[in-house]
């Protein structure tokens, strides 16, 4: 089935810092999700992408949808305590009314 | 709106116990899913619902059961509890013609 890679698994970052992170995949995707989870809490859908080469920002959070369609990017800008998490990528595993594939994850620290 | 509530918040069973983890939502979404999440393995889908009356199995269904009888309800069923199925458990719901799913905020269970 469709899987999601998620890069890096985990990253310990400077209070002020910029973050990047990618999710690739061997198959295209339509959609690309990203979502954010807080310790002890369910994961919180933090920007959606639709269409190829969009580029869509949240805040100090920005999001793209790779031109190849098998790829997205999540940049965090100055970094603070609370963007501690995991951050997921996800997508409809076809087009239509069908489940989410979620990639495993990437846990973000910030150090003070 | 409480958005998508989940009950219990913590639970232990002992193996071969069965027992129901309870998933409600009250924004009148069409599509509800269950997934597991366990340490380094992301998100991993159990079984879903496109609407009352329908479900679906997902990645990882063996050990579960579903039905919904009713838009709002989505109850998840451990038949003979495992240890292999201590885990996080998380509802989400969202409509039918978007990907952008709500989560609840999760059962912790644990069988011993």
């Known amino acids: 089935g469709q899987q999601l890679n998620q890069s890096p698994q985990s990253m310990f970052i400077q209070e002020g810092e910029d973050v990047s992170m990618n999710c690739t995949s061997s198959s295209i995707f339509n959609t690309w999700l990203w979502y954010k989870q807080d310790p002890g809490e369910g994961p919180v859908l933090l920007i959606a992408?639709?269409?190829?080469?969009e580029l869509t920002s949240n805040g100090r959070l920005t999001a793209q949808f790779g031109i190849t369609r098998k790829d997205s990017f999540l940049n965090i800008s100055a970094s603070i305590p609370s963007d501690v998490g995991i951050y997921f990528c996800a997508g409809p595993t076809t087009s239509g009314n069908t489940p989410l594939v979620f990639g495993k994850g990437t846990r973000l620290s910030v150090i003070a | 709106n409480a958005g998508v509530t989940q009950t219990p918040k913590f639970q232990v069973l002992k193996t071969g116990q069965s027992m129901t983890l309870q998933c409600a939502q009250d924004?009148?979404?069409?599509?509800m899913s269950w997934y597991r999440q366990d340490p380094g393995m992301g998100l991993r889908l159990i079984h879903y619902s496109v609407g009352a009356g329908i479900t679906d199995q997902g990645e990882v269904p063996n050990g579960y059961n579903v039905s919904r009888s009713t838009t709002e309800d989505f109850p998840l069923r451990l038949l003979s509890a495992a240890p292999s199925q201590t885990s996080v458990y998380f509802c989400a719901s969202s409509y039918s013609h978007s990907y952008e799913q709500y989560f609840g905020p999760g059962t912790r269970l644990t069988v011993t």
């Open positions: 992408l639709y269409k190829a080469g």
């Open positions: 924004m009148n979404h069409e599509y």
